[in-house]
Nanobody, 119 residues
Framework: QVQLVESGGGLVQAGGSRRLSCLAS????????LGWYRQAPGKQRELVAT??????TYYADSAKGRFTISRDNANTVHLQMNSLKPEDTAVYYC??????????????WGKGTLVTVSS
């Protein structure tokens, strides 16, 4: 199995920056895609960004130009968040998708880290 642990959440003022990190452990050989989702109160969990083991990235429209996903090794993924807005306030979850997954989404999840952006 795979375990994902997020870190880096906290309180930041609007316009500021925050860097999230996710450390994967366990059967990490099975993971192709790592990514970040977020869930605000009263809303569904939504995709923010993903990155494959080979470095291909995808960004949601809300993240383009402000957020950068990176993967410095097979075990760690980061999300650099700049120009933060109050609407970015959410619990941010790290997710992992296995090779050959039959699902469209992620197969493993971290417990999340809260990012609060104040006005």
């Amino acid at each position: 199995q795979v375990q994902l642990v997020e870190s880096g959440g906290g309180l930041v003022q609007a316009g500021g920056s925050r860097r999230l990190s996710c450390l994967a452990s366990g059967s990490i050989f099975s993971i192709n895609v790592l990514g970040w989702y977020r869930q605000a109160p009263g809303k569904q969990r939504e995709l923010v960004a993903t990155i494959t083991r080979t470095g291909n990235t995808y960004y949601a429209d809300s993240a383009k130009g402000r957020f950068t996903i990176s993967r410095d090794n097979a075990n760690t993924v980061h999300l650099q968040m700049n120009s933060l807005k109050p609407e970015d306030t959410a619990v941010y979850y790290c997710g992992g998708q296995t090779y050959g997954s039959s699902r469209g989404g992620m197969d493993y999840w971290g417990k999340g880290t809260l990012v609060t952006v104040s006005s």
